[in-house]
């Protein structure tokens, strides 16, 4: 299948012909063709599979064709997790827009409202935007939001387990009722399927591999390793290996600033990615890792969602997820686009339970190798990792969201609300 067989416009044709595109994936292939027809759609894709392109590319056409209004607003709604994947979406709405007559920018907390009110204020056909920030700017008069007639939840499942259900929520009451809603998921949990029942009207349900799967094209190893050498380990597979693009996840952002140290020290270019940091710096860290001069980027599971790296060769799990569905988003980073990719997961007697569990959900037996000197003790403990680190259930309840002190007039839609600088909720990570 061509793209030109999915009924796109030959300006979208034109634009997916300039990235050097020629087949669309299996993700786009099940999914465009529903959209265009205005059909309610819920698909699972993990990370990698082009499923930003599969829910662009339709809008992108679907808008280009409708009535075009003079004050331009909001008729495409795209809600996601961080900051990181609103700005990748939005690129990608751009690349594809490219010979349309189109708007479009991005909200997201962090940085200075100003540039992107001022933005609104022109017009704007298609708004991507995190949950915070959006319902920030709502409360503030900034922006309306009654024109919307496609409505986008991507990364569904993060958001919940972001603790975002409540400003999905709000958000829902002010959008008009009568839109298309397409929602996108690495998974289909209860809680997605609860979300989605009451959100989508009669979906098309598309699914592009079978869920909590790994891809073929990614070698996947476990190096037992004692835990204080867990360090040590990883510097050596690096300097050794002489890899040159390295993504690496932590659990905690004390975890991977405190690796990142260790690893300048030691003459790697490393930088960290996580909820802590500003997004100045997050944006310069992950330009580094994209242009090369970094060579390892540590990061934890919210930090890193989203994250478009292209053709990255290895990825390495310093610490084992405590979310067995998180091993899988995680190792999806590489393994893209056809090419192969390495999956290394260093693992400590203390996280036998997560692995058993990453290992149920795969359905697989990950292969261990032991390096000889890095071996942990075999009366080492395998009590799970303590203090808030020990696992919890994908389909539990949502994080309660910190209580917010902030006092604001509840005479607006979604009433009371933290300030805009700190809009976007995140597990201690």
């Known amino acids: 299948m061509s793209f030109n067989s999915l009924g796109l416009s030959d300006a979208l044709l034109k634009a997916i012909s300039k990235k050097g595109?020629?087949?669309?994936s299996p993700i786009q292939q099940k999914s465009i063709p529903p959209i265009l027809e205005g059909k309610d759609v819920l698909a699972s894709a993990q990370t990698g599979t082009g499923k930003t392109a599969g829910f662009t590319l339709p809008i992108l056409q679907i808008l280009s064709q409708g009535k075009h209004l003079s004050h331009r607003p909001i008729r495409a709604l795209i809600l996601t997790p961080t900051r990181e994947l609103a700005a990748q979406i939005l690129a990608n709405i751009k690349e594809y827009g490219e010979f349309l007559d189109l708007r479009s920018t991005v909200i997201f907390g962090g940085v200075n409202q100003k540039p992107q009110v001022a933005q609104l204020n022109q017009g704007i056909?298609?708004?991507?935007?995190?949950?915070?920030?959006?319902?920030?700017?709502?409360?503030?008069?900034?922006?309306?939001?009654?024109?919307?007639?496609?409505?986008?939840?991507d990364?569904?499942?993060?958001?919940?387990?972001?603790?975002?259900?409540r400003d999905i929520e709000r958000i829902m009451k002010v959008l008009p009722p009568k839109r298309q809603n397409l929602m996108f998921s690495a998974t289909f949990s209860k809680d997605i399927k609860k979300l989605a029942m009451g959100i989508l009207n009669h979906p098309v349900q598309v699914e592009a591999t079978p869920e909590n799967t790994t891809v073929d094209a990614i070698t996947q190893k476990v190096y037992p390793v004692a835990?204080?050498?867990?360090?040590?380990?990883v510097i050596k597979?690096?300097?050794e290996g002489n890899w040159k693009q390295i993504l690496v996840f932590t659990r905690t952002k004390q975890g991977a600033n405190k690796l990142t140290e260790s690893m300048i020290s030691a003459g790697i270019q490393?930088?960290?990615?996580?909820?802590n940091k500003g997004q100045g710096a997050r944006t310069k860290a992950l330009a580094g890792f994209k242009n090369g001069s970094l060579t390892a980027l540590v990061a934890t599971d919210i930090a890193a969602r989203g994250l478009d790296i292209p053709l990255l060769p290895h990825v390495v799990n310093f610490e084992l997820p405590n979310i067995p569905e998180d091993y899988v988003h995680r190792i999806g980073r590489t393994g893209?686009?056809?090419?192969?990719?390495?999956?290394?997961?260093?693992?400590s007697p203390d996280e036998t339970v997560f692995l058993r569990d990453i290992e149920k959900l795969i359905g697989m037996k990950l292969p261990k190798e032991n390096i000889k000197g890095f071996e942990p003790?075999?009366?080492?403990?395998?009590?799970?990792i303590k203090q808030g680190q020990g696992r919890q259930q994908r389909n539990s309840t949502p994080r309660k969201p910190k209580t917010d002190t902030t006092n604001r007039s509840s005479n607006n839609s979604f009433g009371p609300r933290r300030p805009s600088q700190n809009n976007e909720r995140r597990p201690n990570r």
């Not at 595109?21 to 669309?24: D, E, G, I, R, S």
């Not at 991507?128 to 986008?152: F, H, M, S, W, Y």
């Not at 499942?157 to 259900?165: I, K, P, V």
């Open 21 to 24: 595109y020629t087949t669309p």
């Open 270 to 275: 490393a930088a960290a990615i996580h909820g």
């Open 377 to 384: 003790d075999p009366n080492a403990s395998t009590e799970p």
């Open 237 to 239: 597979l690096i300097t």
């Open 336 to 347: 893209r686009a056809g090419a192969n990719g390495e999956a290394i997961s260093l693992f």
């Open 227 to 233: 835990k204080e050498k867990k360090t040590e380990l």
């Open 125 to 153: 056909d298609i708004l991507v935007a995190t949950p915070g920030r959006l319902i920030d700017l709502q409360n503030q008069g900034l922006i309306t939001l009654n024109k919307v007639e496609i409505l986008v939840l």
């Open 155 to 165: 990364e569904a499942d993060r958001m919940l387990d972001m603790g975002f259900l």
